[in-house]
């Protein structure tokens, strides 16, 4: 098993431009979600899908930031248009029932 | 949102002596996890308890499931370097339409020195 693989592992973008952060989860898990983690908040549920279904989407910070899930293996993460306080590393995680399997993240920076 | 209180949030310890740390909340979850989160790299989970009062390890780590099921506490015996990282409790309720969310506390930092 891969694990849950986010890409790119890095990311540095000009404010203003959009970007999009891609998740393949585990195989087999049913449920979805993105985190974003910074120093300050700590880690923030952004939003999270079940049956690739959107259920919790309060986390997002505001229209800018939109999430897709279009099959069971895969979903991204969209910033439109990205600006400085976006920047943060950004991850995905996947799960079955229990507990949450992590991905290695995306290290975003908006310069 | 919902917040789980993790203390603390640092601690500089030398190598070879035991860390303990630990989580409260409010309302009561029905399973508590702990994760540990290296430089560069998401959270692994480590241990994961599923009832009230349960006692588990993983090597040189335990935790308990609060009798209340509020709080959580994590031991890790005869620390090693390896061990540096932050160190994550999570509560997750189950039923409700909230099967599938986890509440993770603000991480607590363990240094260890050689």
């Known amino acids: 098993d891969a694990g849950v693989i986010q890409s790119p592992r890095h990311e540095v973008t000009e404010m203003g431009q959009e970007v999009t952060l891609r998740c393949k989860p585990i195989?087999?898990?049913?449920?979805l979600f993105w985190y974003r983690q910074t120093m300050m908040r700590g880690l923030e549920l952004l939003i999270y899908?079940?049956?690739?279904?959107?259920?919790?989407d309060s986390g997002m910070p505001e229209d800018r930031f939109s999430a897709k899930m279009p099959n069971a293996s895969f979903s991204t993460l969209k910033i439109q248009p990205s600006e400085p306080r976006d920047s943060a590393v950004y991850f995905c995680?996947?799960?079955?029932?229990?507990?949450?399997?992590f991905g290695s993240g995306t290290r975003l920076t908006v310069v | 949102g919902q917040q789980l209180n993790q203390s603390p949030q640092s601690m500089f310890i030398q190598e070879g002596e035991d860390v303990s740390m630990n989580c409260t909340s409010s309302?009561?979850?029905?399973?508590w996890l702990w994760y540990k989160q290296d430089p560069g790299e998401g959270p692994v989970l480590l241990i994961a308890?599923?009832?009230?009062?349960e006692l588990t390890s993983n090597g040189r780590l335990t935790a308990q499931f609060g009798i209340t099921r509020k709080d959580s506490f994590l031991n890790i015996s005869a620390s090693i370097p390896s061990d540096v990282g932050i160190y994550f409790c999570?509560?997750?309720?189950?039923?409700?339409?909230?099967?599938?969310?986890?509440?993770f506390g603000k991480g607590t930092l363990l240094t260890v020195n050689p």
């Open positions: 308890l599923y009832k009230a009062g």
């Open positions: 995680a996947s799960s079955l029932e229990r507990g949450y399997t």
């Open positions: 999570a509560g997750q309720k189950m039923g409700g339409g909230s099967n599938y969310k986890l509440t």
């Open positions: 195989s087999g898990h049913n449920s």
């Open positions: 309302s009561i979850f029905n399973t």
């Open positions: 899908f079940n049956n690739n279904v959107p259920i919790d």
